[in-house]
T-cell receptor
Framework: EPEVTQTPSHQVTQMGQEVILRCVPI?????FYWYRQILGQKVEFLVS????????KSEIFDDQFSVERPDGSNFTLKIRSTKLEDSAMYFC?????????FGQGTRLTVV | KQEVTQIPAALSVPEGENLVLNCSFT??????LQWFRQDPGKGLTSLLL?????REQTSGRLNASLDKSSGRSTLYIAASQPGDSATYLC???????????FGKGTKLSVKP
């Protein structure tokens, strides 16, 4: 069964460092998303991406964040200079007909 | 702004019981509603999707209903098993946002 895959599963980084989280969406899906979940809190929307550009972003998605689809299969989230409060589980999702499928997540720990 | 609330926050039941999880949302202009399962420290597994034009969807022991006009959905789990223990999340798509808005979830524990 097709699935969204994310790498790495866990990343530890020092405050101020750049991180890139990687995702391979389901191949025939056209919409891609990043969400995050801070421990004990709701899953929150960060950004959606369609037709090689950002279609929507939340207030959380500031200039420190960027997304890219560098080739036909990968979708990445870059955090330019990580802060302690960026520690969270980051989920990639892709959708068709507004039915979203999520990856297993990347747990980002900023120390 | 769309808000999604799930009640109860936690639920503990003995194995074999039928149970209902509740989800409410403030803006009835939704495209669809999804129920997810999340195991501790893991990703989100999509369980059921109900389109806005539908009233319910069934998958195995799970049945989800949607009453869009009252802003409510329920997830019914029949004959619960210890393996059903997880957090169940409700999320709505649509309204003014083109993305999913999540509730905080109901943490279910099924005791053997």
């Amino acid at each position: 069964e097709p699935e969204v895959t994310q790498t790495p599963s866990h990343q530890v980084t020092q405050m101020g460092q750049e991180v890139i989280l990687r995702c391979v969406p389901i191949s025939n899906h056209l919409y891609f998303y990043w969400y995050r979940q801070i421990l004990g809190q709701k899953v929150e929307f960060l950004v959606s991406f369609y037709n090689n550009e950002i279609s929507e972003k939340s207030e959380i998605f500031d200039d420190q964040f960027s997304v890219e689809r560098p080739d036909g299969s990968n979708f990445t989230l870059k955090i330019r200079s990580t802060k302690l409060e960026d520690s969270a589980m980051y989920f990639c999702a892709s959708s068709v007909d507004r039915w979203a499928f999520f990856g297993q997540g990347t747990r980002l720990t900023v120390v | 702004k769309q808000e999604v609330t799930q009640i109860p926050a936690a639920l503990s039941v003995p194995e074999g019981e039928n149970l209902v999880l509740n989800c409410s949302f403030t803006d009835s202009a939704i495209y669809n509603l999804q129920w997810f399962r999340q195991d501790p420290g893991k990703g989100l597994t999509s369980l059921l999707l109900i389109q806005s034009s539908q009233r319910e969807q069934t998958s195995g022991r799970l049945n989800a209903s949607l009453d869009k006009s009252s802003g409510r959905s329920t997830l019914y789990i029949a004959a619960s098993q210890p393996g059903d223990s997880a957090t169940y999340l409700c999320a709505v798509y649509g309204g003014s946002q083109g993305n999913l808005i999540f509730g905080k979830g109901t943490k279910l524990s099924v005791k053997p």
